[in-house]
């Protein structure tokens, strides 16, 4: 069955801190990963997302994420965090037309 | 460019009642898709609308709910008599061609509260 896992539930860190979310996908097909980002009160932003290509994708605001084929990995990296990074984070797979999410990372930056 | 426009922002109903959300998707996209978040967990995806015709609908429930996207008008879901457990944020995204590779650009939500 296809389904999308984020291993961090709720992540703290303080501001300038390194960031690393993790995204571990189960799914037979070609795949399309996303990261999108959810501020507190607002509705999904695309974050960034990988169709082909270069494993290593870059989205907005400094996040980027590698896919990694034999891990099933689509983690999501930012060197630098800020306190307008608190937000909620979910990892997706493109499975036939629907996005199978994964369970989201609650991320909150401390001044 | 408008985005993709979902109305109401917020819906309050009581038990039995029937909840109706509309969705607008972005200029020129024609496919539309439903997905629910209930609190503490993440999206579940309902259903896939083209015009007139309903791709995937394995999401879901198989009582009570409802969706349809016709020629002219924006989609809708439609919950009949809802009970507390309807509780939840339902988002509508829309892409251009439905077909992977495609991205789906999402609204602002429709936040049900049943009484």
């Known amino acids: 069955a296809q389904s999308v896992s984020q291993h961090n539930h709720h992540v703290i860190l303080s501001e300038a801190a390194s960031l690393e979310l993790g995204c571990n996908y189960s799914?037979?097909?070609?795949?399309?990963l996303f990261w999108y980002v959810q501020y507190p009160g607002q509705h999904l932003q695309l974050l960034l997302k990988?169709?082909?290509?270069?494993?290593l994708v870059k989205g907005i605001k400094g996040f980027e994420a590698e896919f990694i084929k034999s891990k099933f990995s689509f983690n999501l990296r930012k060197p630098s965090v800020q306190w307008s990074d608190t937000a909620e984070y979910f990892c997706a797979v493109n499975g036939e037309g629907k996005l199978i999410f994964g369970q989201g990372t609650t991320l909150q930056v401390k001044p | 460019n408008a985005g993709v426009m979902q109305n109401p922002r917020h819906l309050v109903r009581r038990r039995g009642q029937e909840a109706r959300l509309r969705c607008s998707p972005m200029?020129?996209?024609?496919?539309v898709y439903w997905y629910r978040q209930l609190p503490e967990e993440g999206l579940k995806f309902m259903v896939y609308l083209q015009k007139e015709n309903i791709i995937d609908e394995s999401g879901m429930p198989k009582e009570r709910f409802s969706a349809e996207f016709p020629k002219e008008g924006p989609s809708i879901l439609r919950i009949q008599q809802v009970v507390r457990g309807d509780s939840a944020a339902y988002f509508c995204?829309?892409?251009?061609?439905?077909?992977?590779?495609?991205?789906?650009?999402f609204g602002p939500g429709t936040r049900l509260t049943v009484l």
């Open positions: 990988y169709f082909s290509g270069d494993p």
């Open positions: 200029k020129g996209h024609s496919h």
């Open positions: 799914y037979g097909g070609t795949v399309n």
């Open positions: 995204a829309s892409s251009p061609r439905g077909a992977p590779p495609d991205t789906q650009y």
